[in-house]
C-alpha cells in the first residue's frame, strides 16, 4: 500500500486528472457528436502520458530535488527509482493502445506530447523559457487532443478548444515562472539555465505581471461578446480574476521561497475553477 501511495505522488495524480479533464473539456466545447466513448480514452491517454512525463521528470531530477524537494518519493528513498522507469514505459504504450483506438489524429497528438516531454526532460528544462513554453504548449494542447477526436476541423472553430487552450498556455506559463523561482537555488546548482537564475528577481516579476494581466484581459472577452453564459463570468471574475490579481499583490511584496510555493498551490486551484467556468459556461 505504501508503494502505491508513493507511486501516485511520483504520477502527481491530481496533474494528471486535470490534463484528463481537459483533453473531455476540449472536447465537450467542439461538440461530441456520439464519440463519448472515444473521448473518455483519449482523456485517459493524456492522463497517462502525463504521468510517464512526470515520473521521468522525477527519475532525471533525484539530485536536483534532493536541495529543492527533498520529500518527494524518489530522492527521499520511499520508492525505487525502478518503478519511476518502469512506470513511465507502461503509462506511454497504454497511452498508445488507447489512442489507437480513438483515431489516427489523436495518436499523432499523444505520440506528439510524449516526444515533446522526453525532450522537455532531457533538453529543454534546462535552458531559459524553452522550458517554460513547451509545459505551456502542452497544457493548452490538451484541449485540442479534445477537439481532435471530433474531427481535426473542429479545432480551428471559435471558440470551441482554442479559446481554453490559450487561456491554459498563459495560466501555465506564469505557473512555470513561479516554481522556477522557488527551486532556483537547486537549478543553480544542477547548471539549469531557467529564467529566475539568470536574470534578476524584479524582471521576473515584471515578467509574471505582464503575463498574467495579459491573461486576465483575455478571459473577459468571451463575457463581452457572449460566448458563454453568465456562470462562465461569474466564476472566472469572483473565483478567477480577482483572487489572481490578489496573488500578484501577494507576490510583488515579497519572494521568499514560502510564498512562491503557496503561490503555485493557490493557483492549481483557480486553474480548477477555470475549468469549471467552461463546462458550465457553455451556451
Keep these: 500500500m505504501r508503494n502505491i501511495i508513493s507511486l501516485l505522488r511520483l504520477l502527481r ?21 456520439g464519440n463519448e466513448y472515444k473521448l473518455l480514452l483519449a482523456s485517459v491517454a493524456a492522463s497517462l502520458v502525463c504521468g510517464a512525463g512526470n515520473a521521468l521528470n522525477d527519475y532525471l531530477d533525484i539530485e536536483v530535488d534532493r536541495i ?30 488507447l489512442s489507437l483506438i480513438v483515431n489516427l489524429w489523436s495518436l499523432l497528438v499523444v505520440l506528439g506530447a510524449m516526444g515533446l516531454l ?115 463570468k461569474s466564476i472566472v471574475i469572483y473565483a478567477v480574476d480577482i483572487p489572481m490579481l490578489m496573488l500578484l499583490i501577494y507576490l510583488v511584496f515579497s519572494q521568499n521561497s514560502k510564498r512562491l510555493v503557496i503561490s503555485g498551490h493557490v493557483l492549481k486551484v483557480l486553474m480548477v475553477f477555470g475549468l469549471f467556468a467552461f463546462i458550465l459556461g457553455k451556451q
Excluded at 518519493?73 to 527509482?81: A, F, M, N, Q, T
Excluded at 525532450?119 to 497544457?139: E, P, Q
Excluded at 539549469?192 to 478571459?219: C, D, E, Q
Design 68 to 97: 529543492n524537494h527533498p520529500k518527494r518519493v524518489l530522492p527521499s528513498g520511499r520508492l525505487d527509482p525502478y518503478y519511476a522507469v518502469v512506470s513511465m514505459v507502461v503509462l506511454n504504450i497504454t497511452a498508445i493502445g
Design 13 to 33: 495524480i491530481h496533474n494528471c486528472l486535470i490534463a484528463g479533464v481537459g483533453v473531455w473539456l476540449g472536447g465537450y466545447l467542439s461538440g461530441l457528436q
Design 118 to 232: 522526453i525532450i522537455y526532460n532531457l533538453r529543454l528544462k534546462k535552458m531559459v523559457l524553452w522550458g517554460n513554453l513547451a509545459v505551456s504548449f502542452l497544457s493548452g494542447a490538451t484541449f485540442i487532443a479534445g477537439a481532435v477526436v471530433n474531427s481535426p476541423s473542429s479545432v480551428l472553430e471559435f471558440p470551441g478548444p482554442l479559446v481554453p487552450a490559450i487561456f491554459a498556455f498563459l495560466f501555465h506559463f506564469g505557473r512555470e515562472l513561479i516554481k522556477d523561482a522557488a527551486d532556483s537555488k537547486g537549478d543553480r546548482g544542477a547548471q539549469y539555465r531557467t529564467l529566475p537564475s539568470v536574470i534578476s528577481s524584479r524582471i521576473v516579476t515584471v515578467v509574471l505581471i505582464v503575463n498574467y494581466l495579459i491573461l486576465i484581459a483575455l478571459t473577459t472577452c468571451p463575457i463581452l461578446w457572449e460566448w458563454y453564459n453568465s456562470i462562465y
